[in-house]
T-cell receptor, first 117, second 116 residues
Framework: AQKVTQAQTEISVVEKEDVTLDCVYETRDTTYYLFWYKQPPSGELVFLIRRNSFDEQNEISGRYSWNFQKSTSSFNFTITASQVVDSAVYFCALSGLDSGGYQKVTFGTGTKLQVIP | DADVTQTPRNRITKTGKRIMLECSQTKGHDRMYWYRQDPGLGLRLIYYSFDVKDINKGEISDGYSVSRQAQAKFSLSLESAIPNQTALYFC???????????????FGDGTRLSIL
């Protein structure tokens, strides 16, 4: 069985502060993929990043960065110099194989980020 | 036009009614999914389909059925709606890609369903 835990239910920061969203996962697969999605107040889900289990390099994209550590089964997401437009619910997801050999995607419960101007 | 289109966007109906939510995509992806989102529970998979002849149950399939009418269309039905099926429903697609599970999912805008 696989599991994704986003322990932070809601976070509030003041604009321009840095914020880190935590994601801890559990899986027995040796090959798996991790994702982050953003759900702004308008409701749609937007793909942000994908990382496979063999690539532990951190990634930076503008103000966004991701820290993948297999040793702690974590895939944390940091927003630097937060902006009001970053206010959204952020989901971490894990993709592996179920018992039938099919891809199975498990989402965390999401972290609601509010950036206060 | 959106790549993944869900209809209707909102629906209010009564207990016991049959409801169909439709999803169509122009991305050319072979994999399609239906999720429901409830506050505090994230997204939970209802059904998924890897091609027209391949349909699989997700973790919460009871009370739901699906039909993959074509590669581009995947509909979700509630045969006899009940209030605890009130939720936000998302359709998603993904490319099969190389290996399993390595492609991101692309979501529709969601259908907000309320069952009274």
């Amino acid at each position: 069985a696989q599991k994704v835990t986003q322990a932070q239910t809601e976070i509030s920061v003041v604009e321009k502060e840095d914020v880190t969203l935590d994601c801890v996962y559990e899986t027995r697969d040796t090959t798996y993929y991790l994702f982050w999605y953003k759900q702004p107040p308008s409701g749609e889900l937007v793909f942000l990043i994908r990382r496979n289990s063999f690539d532990e390099q951190n990634e930076i994209s503008g103000r966004y960065s991701w820290n993948f550590q297999k040793s702690t089964s974590s895939f944390n997401f940091t927003i630097t110099a937060s902006q009001v437009v970053d206010s959204a619910v952020y989901f971490c997801a894990l993709s592996g194989l179920d018992s039938g050999g099919y891809q199975k995607v498990t989402f965390g419960t999401g972290t609601k980020l509010q950036v206060i101007p | 036009d959106a790549d993944v289109t869900q209809t209707p966007r909102n629906r209010i109906t009564k207990t016991g009614k049959r409801i169909m939510l439709e999803c169509s995509q122009t991305k050319g992806h072979d994999r399609m999914y239906w999720y429901r989102q409830d506050p505090g529970l994230g997204l939970r998979l209802i059904y998924y389909s890897f091609d027209v002849k391949d349909i699989n149950k997700g973790e919460i399939s009871d009370g739901y059925s699906v039909s993959r009418q074509a590669q581009a269309k995947f509909s979700l039905s509630l045969e006899s709606a009940i209030p605890n099926q009130t939720a936000l429903y998302f359709c998603a697609t993904s490319d099969s890609g190389q290996g399993l599970g390595n492609q991101p999912q692309h979501f529709g805008d969601g259908t907000r369903l309320s069952i009274l």
